[in-house]
């Protein structure tokens, strides 16, 4: 017993000493392997060390831990439930009566529509009492007819012109002219509607408004005051002619007007100054009401050191209108035109007759041209001759001063009569082939001082000069415009007295029918 004790203490010793051996062996094992993944960190910021190992370590965690949770996700059904059940008619009011939906369907439904045994359905749609709709004025259009498309009859319609023209010609009222209406009630559906107003601007100066009265259109005239002073804007040229008087308020049409008429006197680039004032004067005119509309330019001026450079006005002599300078010299104008657009088939000089046979003075130069093609003045002038000539056939001469003249010979047909004055470029007569001739062909001469000098040496210019009481006129009606002030046309205008029976505006004979349930 004692041996088995010995030996049982003995194997317990040696377990006791085997374990105390192997304990820090296995002990020192699982610290190691802790302490290594102890540096290892599994959720590093992502945001810093982008691009090392650790930041790709983080990288491929998250990434493994995102598929991981997809995988595993639980996938998703809609819930069955039962469908709502379907409501009659009845129901589908009732419910749209507690709802705001009908303000939506224009107030077509609602606990209103719960009918008694007394309600009748309608028989048809009841109408409007009245219609109120404007419409305008086209370009070429009848006055009649823009209210026949409004929807008034053709008689009313007419009668209305008629009694409209009685007040303003109907030609003069402008394209784009506003016409508002009231159309009433009508008798019947397959009737048009009459009309119970009318309202509009006949001219910038004249209202016209008509009311049914008692059965009839009566007809008022409201005259609007409207003052034509002329519009006078004058300012320093500066930096820029056209950026200063545009801050001065003229419109861009007219400084463009303007620029064109100074640039045929003087270079705009170069003769005009910074210290220079433009002087411009525009047709104007200005309604009570506050409209007011700005027309053609009237005077183009330039002022250096206090004193008229330029002044310029549009002037009218013997029909042609042309700018004038203050000492009463018009526009320069070019040389002289060719008389056709034929080319030349002979020159100035000695040749042999084509009929005759014999050599002579060729007083001219001829124009080749298709039978009845158009010859033009050169220039302006007076006719002096216009009919049948000698050897010329049909031939008109032109006289246009400064001891200058041109003939033209052979033409199938004369367009002026003598004592006529011609413009430039006008249309005389056609070519042909009367009197000496071997075929359609324009002769043309030009004479100095009655003597037939080579067309084709001949250049000037023409400038019209005004005179004797012509030019008083002219320079009256510069005093006239340049005695107009800055600002003069900005006074306010005083309103006239109206015509006729006093009738409400528009809005009031609408208001008024629908007050008494027309």
Partial sequence: MSGNAATL????AISLRRAADESPRALSWIDALRDRFAHIDLVPDLGDNIGSAEWWRGLATLTLLCGTAISTFPGLKPLEIGGAPALDASDFNEARAQMIVPIAYGGDTGRHMAATDAVRPLAQTPERPQIELTATLGQGDSFARVLERSGVGSPDAQAIASQVAG??????????????????????????????????????GLRIEMERIDGRLVMRRIPIAVDNTPLRIRGRVGDSLYRSARAAGAPPEAIQSYLRVISRQISVGSDIRAS??????????????????????????????????????EWTVDGR???????????????????????????????????????????????????????????????????????????????????????????????VRPGQHVNRGQ???????????TGPHLHYEVYRNGVAVNPLSVSFVTRAQLEGKALADFRARIRQLTSVSVGAALTPVAARPAEGPKLGSLADTASKRAGEGI
């Fill in 9 to 12: 203490s003995m194997s317990q």
């Fill in 167 to 204: 007040a303003v010609p109907l030609s003069d009222i402008a394209a784009g002219t506003r016409i508002d209406l009231i159309l009433g009630r009508r008798a019947a559906r397959t009737m048009p509607r009459p009309v119970d107003a009318l309202a509009m601007r006949a001219r910038f």
């Fill in 276 to 313: 220079d004032e433009f002087d411009i004067i525009l047709d104007h005119r200005r309604a009570e009401t506050g409209e007011s509309e700005t027309g053609k330019l009237l005077y183009a001026g330039l002022v250096r050191g206090g004193k008229p450079k330029l002044s310029m006005i």
């Fill in 321 to 415: 209108t042309q700018w004038y300078e203050a000492s009463g010299i018009g526009q320069q104008r070019g040389g002289m035109i060719r008389p056709t657009n034929g080319r030349i088939t002979s020159t100035f000089g000695m040749r042999r007759h084509p009929i005759l046979g014999y050599t002579r003075m060729h007083s001219g130069v001829d124009f080749g041209g298709g039978y009845g093609a158009p010859i033009y003045a050169v220039s302006d002038g007076v006719v002096t001759i216009a009919g049948r000539t000698g050897g010329f056939g049909n031939y008109v001469k032109l006289n246009h001063g400064a001891g200058l003249g041109t003939g033209y010979g052979h033409m199938s047909r004369i367009a």
């Fill in 427 to 437: 249309v005389i007569g056609y070519i042909g082939s009367s009197g000496l001739s």
